[in-house]
């Protein structure tokens, strides 16, 4: 016989989960109009005179590039004018520009393709512990697929690499250094140019994952990183997704990693897609040379959120002036990652933290480990960083909740 309490336990679960689900999707909804967006190293808005240079690419200009037709012809035309205009920014040559898909792809595409281009004279690859995962997982599968060795540079507490242990590490049978000109999570500088100075004198190709450089730092020419290979994504910078370029100096010849047709000089099979290019070039043109990052505006914003490691167990990570304007990293003691996104989230923040989010958890961020924090350190990290759209209204609301947040946190 059942009980009326026995009863009501089984029906009083969806009843409470219906309730709650209704309370965030309510609560949620509300809370989405008033989002403010402090996740730029994520990704930019597309920029609205970005997106009017691909509409013509999304209606009338459909042709396909490698056609000989007249239709087709027209979309080549744009095609190669498209690859002088970025060379003209880069003052390079336009046949060492290679349009991809974005940073993941031209980072294997330098990583994978000029290992196996160069793999008669050696095996050995360089990286540091802070990179990417696009440029770490893909040097991990060198190794454990294709025979490859690595050395994993460490960086000191501000997460830069020392030129020295690079010369030290590299040896006769290095054929390839990658290392990030900015990094993601902490906005850390790397001193890019002396890295790659080093690896010119040794006589080894030095990539750069330069993906959060652009349209932040300032850019003369691609060949200040002193580096044969430079990755680059646009929606980095208010350009489209699915958009990027990497620099191959010439002569360099990697090997293509996507095979089919001859596009890009036989350098990355598959028919262009000219509404992501001409996107690309367009934002390359306007933000890059005059970073859309403006220092001046940035930097106070983020130097006021600095003042967060007042409060306690609240540290700055990467206080060094060597960092990018619009990136302020911190962690928070007795708090994981994950409750914090969700906390500022409901509060109206977009936030980040250092690593992606898999199952419902966030591993501790392998940048903060490679610097010295401990994994509880490294489970609690968040990155705000900030754009042209931040307003310093936003910053004063973000510190006035900033320890309500926490203390909710902390004391559930
Ligand atoms: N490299 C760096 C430094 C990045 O910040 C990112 C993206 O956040 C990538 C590579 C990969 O970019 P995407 O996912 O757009 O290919």
């Known amino acids: 016989m059942f009980t009326s309490c ?18 965030v999707l309510f609560f949620g909804r509300e ?25 013509p690419f999304l209606s009338d200009y459909y042709g396909n590039p490698s056609s000989i037709h ?18 003209d920014v880069w003052k390079c040559k336009a046949s060492e520009v290679v349009f991809t898909s974005g940073a993941t792809e031209s980072i294997n595409l330098a990583i994978c393709g000029t290992a196996r281009f160069l793999m ?32 994993i540079l460490p960086v000191d507490a501000e997460g830069r690499v020392n030129p020295l ?40 190709c030095f990539h750069t994952d330069a993906v959060q450089w652009f349209g932040k730092e300032p850019f003369d020419n691609i060949h200040q ?9 646009g929606h980095k910078f208010y350009g489209p997704k699915g958009s990027g370029a990497l620099f191959v100096r010439s002569p360099l010849l990697p090997d293509p990693i996507l095979f089919g047709g001859s596009q890009e000089n036989s350098r990355r099979a598959g028919t262009e897609d000219m509404s992501a290019i001409a996107g690309f070039v367009n934002a390359v043109e306007r933000f890059v040379p005059s970073p859309v990052f403006e220092k001046s505006f940035l930097l106070p914003l983020t130097t006021r959120l600095s003042s967060l490691c007042s409060h306690s167990g609240v540290n700055l990570v990467c206080s060094s002036t060597l960092r990018l304007a619009n990136t302020c990293c911190f962690t928070v003691s ?27 958890s966030l591993t501790p961020s392998h940048v903060l480990s490679a610097m010295g924090f401990c994994n509880e350190e490294a489970a609690s ?6 754009g042209r759209e931040t307003r310093e209204k936003d910053i004063d609301l973000f510190l006035s909740l900033f320890p309500l947040v926490i203390n909710q946190i902390r004391n559930p």
């Not at 590490?169 to 790659?196: C, F, H, K, R, Y």
């Not at 990290?381 to 900030?386: D, E």
Request: one cysteine or more.
């Open 381 to 386: 990290i968040v990155r705000i960083s900030l």
């Open 70 to 87: 007249s239709i087709g012809r027209k979309v080549r035309a744009f095609l190669d004018d498209s690859r002088e205009r970025v060379a």
């Open 120 to 151: 008669a004279k050696g095996r050995h690859i360089i990286t540091s512990a802070v990179e990417h995962h696009a440029v770490l997982h893909t040097i991990e599968y060198l190794v454990n697929k294709e025979g490859f060795e690595k050395t």
């Open 165 to 204: 242990d690079l010369e030290n590490a590299i040896q006769n049978d290095t054929v390839l250094v990658s290392i990030m000109a900015a990094n993601n999570e902490t906005g850390a500088i790397q001193p890019v140019a002396e890295l790659g100075a080093v690896c010119r004198r040794l006589g080894v």
């Open 6 to 23: 026995s009863l009501f336990i089984p029906y009083s679960f969806p009843l409470f989960f219906a309730l709650l689900l209704w309370l």
């Open 31 to 55: 809370r989405q109009v008033k989002s403010i967006y402090l996740d730029y190293n994520a990704t930019t808005p597309l920029d609205p005179a970005v997106k009017e240079a691909m509409l």
């Open 334 to 360: 007795g708090a994981d990652s994950l409750s914090l996104l969700a906390a500022f989230d409901l509060n109206g923040f977009c936030l980040s933290a250092g690593s992606a989010c898999s199952a419902g």
């Open 225 to 233: 990183f002193n580096a044969d290979l430079v990755s680059i994504c």
